[in-house]
């Protein structure tokens, strides 16, 4: 009788063991992933706010994912082009770091700021520049291209 349960501890022991040996884990991505993709991302956040500047909302729209909120930052923005048509907004990315994965989003942080301007040189509200420091910035793969979320 005691060898029965003695095979039975065993059996258990091993089947408890042998469960997480499943292949599921975190997977560390490759260093040059990280570079390739940081180097790509980087590049899109300037298109981005480069297409912003030049109040091209259209391309803008092509930087993100659709129906995220950078999506709904640029419809916004577009809306206030056109409550608003003579003032303009220039953009300035200053850096971009601490890029790393965060499950299937890409995640950065930039420096950046944006100026108002007037059409008509006024200068009592503007030219007003506001800066922002360690903005996040989400980016994520749709149909196998990098998006802002």
Known sequence: MNKKY???????VLTISMSG??????????????????????????????????????QALTYCKSGGATFKLVNSRWDLALQYPTFYTN???YDVF???????????LHDFSYT???????TFLVPQTTYYNNSLMLFEKVNGEWKMS
């Not at 570079?35 to 480069?50: H, I, Q, W």
């Not at 108002?116 to 006024?122: A, K, L, Q």
């Open 6 to 12: 003695y095979i039975i501890v065993i059996f258990l």
């Open 91 to 93: 953009y300035q990315v």
């Open 21 to 58: 040996c499943g292949g599921v884990g975190i997977v560390t991505p490759d260093i040059n992933d990280i570079v390739g993709d940081a180097y790509l991302c980087e590049n899109l956040l300037k298109g981005f706010y480069n297409a912003l500047s030049n109040q091209n909302f259209s």
């Open 98 to 108: 601490d890029f790393k994965y965060v499950g299937q989003y890409l995640h950065l």
């Open 116 to 122: 108002i301007h007037s059409i008509y040189g006024d």
